[in-house]
């Protein structure tokens, strides 16, 4: 089982409201990463970091923030939440290798606005 | 347009019977993997197979990578009812940012 915690596991908010999903892994990896999956459908890569001070953002467009402060922690925040946010966020880290990297994902966080 | 795509989009089996997955893709890769997810949950790594690899097996999976077609194949054998998930296939590709792109899974349902 991977070391990889997010919380809270649902979340069902306001529009207009700002909220942080927190992602924390114990693995020691530098690699991190924010996945966007609707019910059903394929993951899309909204954020990446390399290790710690380094953010980069993915191919879906997203109105996220990410910050990488601490090697273990990669939180997301959203501003000012909107009812197309309403979605699942997966996050994930991997050992950085040249190739061939594993990802280690976490249980996700289940994002409703209303 | 996608990188991966995969085919059937959902299956129903017997439990007992193989599961046949397909993934195919458009770019070239370093290699592809694929990932198992349990409903409402996160993705669990399964097995990679590189570009020069042709076939790999980890207990009852099978997987086959064709370059030359862009597809692969994942094989389950012998089912059972807790393989019930849904499977990914993730290609990584040839390029700066070394990242993973998903195909859109195929939900796989073993009826006991």
């Known amino acids: 089982e991977a070391d990889i915690y997010q919380t809270p596991r649902y979340l069902v908010i306001g529009t207009g409201k700002k909220i942080t999903l927190e992602c924390s892994q114990t693995?020691?990896?530098?690699?991190m990463y924010w996945y966007q999956q609707d019910p059903g459908m394929e993951l899309h890569l909204i954020h990446y970091?390399?290790?710690?001070?380094?953010?980069e953002k993915g191919d879906l467009s997203s109105e996220s923030t990410v910050s990488r402060i601490r090697t273990e922690h990669f939180p997301l925040t959203l501003e000012s939440a909107r009812p197309s946010h309403t979605s699942q966020y997966l996050c994930?880290?991997?050992?950085?290798?040249?190739?061939?990297?594993?990802?280690?994902f976490g249980s996700g966080t289940q994002l409703s606005v209303l | 347009s996608q990188q991966g795509e995969e085919d059937p989009q959902a299956l129903s089996i017997q439990e007992g019977e193989n599961a046949t997955m397909n993934c195919s893709y458009k770019?070239?890769?370093?290699?592809l993997q694929w990932y198992r997810q349990n409903s409402g949950r996160g993705l669990v790594h399964l097995i990679l197979?590189?570009?020069?690899?042709r076939e790999k097996h980890s207990g009852r999976l099978r997987v086959t990578l064709d370059t030359s077609k862009k597809s692969s194949s994942l094989l389950i054998t012998a089912s059972r009812a807790a393989d019930t998930a849904s499977y990914f296939c993730?290609?990584?590709?040839?390029?700066?940012?070394?990242?993973?792109?998903f195909g859109q899974g195929t939900r796989l349902t073993i009826n006991p």
């Open positions: 994930a880290s991997s050992e950085f290798r040249m190739v061939g990297e594993k990802l280690f």
């Open positions: 693995m020691g990896h530098d690699k």
């Open positions: 970091s390399y290790g710690v001070n380094s953010t």
């Open positions: 770019t070239s890769i370093n290699n």
């Open positions: 197979i590189r570009s020069n690899e």
């Open positions: 993730a290609t990584e590709i040839i390029q700066g940012a070394q990242k993973l792109v």
